[in-house]
């Protein structure tokens, strides 16, 4: 199909004054000054949503609910600091943020 053929099809749509949902436009370079009615139909429609989104859907809303961060853990690393009892090693470090690199890719 050549380029100049969709243009004709576009300016038909145009010249009728409708848009994509078929509601009448009255302003504009194609308009001729008069409004152009359109009947809209509405239809039934239905949604019918599997179990397995229904399940995906309650997890996420509780993932949501979670708290961004943990207090409890971060009191309890917390103490293990400041009482000595945590001393990792370069290789534990190393070894974490490479985990944590991992999860992220």
Excluded at 68 to 90: C, H, K, M, W, Y
């Amino acid at each position: 199909m050549k380029i100049d053929q969709i243009n004709q099809v576009i300016g038909v749509n145009q010249s009728h004054g409708l848009n994509r949902a078929g509601a009448s436009r009255t302003a504009g370079p194609e308009s001729s000054g008069s409004a152009v009615s359109s009947t809209v139909t509405a239809t039934n429609d239905t949604l019918k949503i599997s179990s397995r989104a229904e399940v995906l859907a309650r997890l996420a809303s509780k993932v949501a609910s979670l708290p961004d961060i943990r207090q409890d853990r971060v009191e309890n690393l917390r103490q293990s600091a400041t009482s000595g009892a945590f001393n990792p090693t370069g290789s534990d470090i190393a070894a974490a943020i490479m985990n944590d690199e991992g999860r992220s890719a």
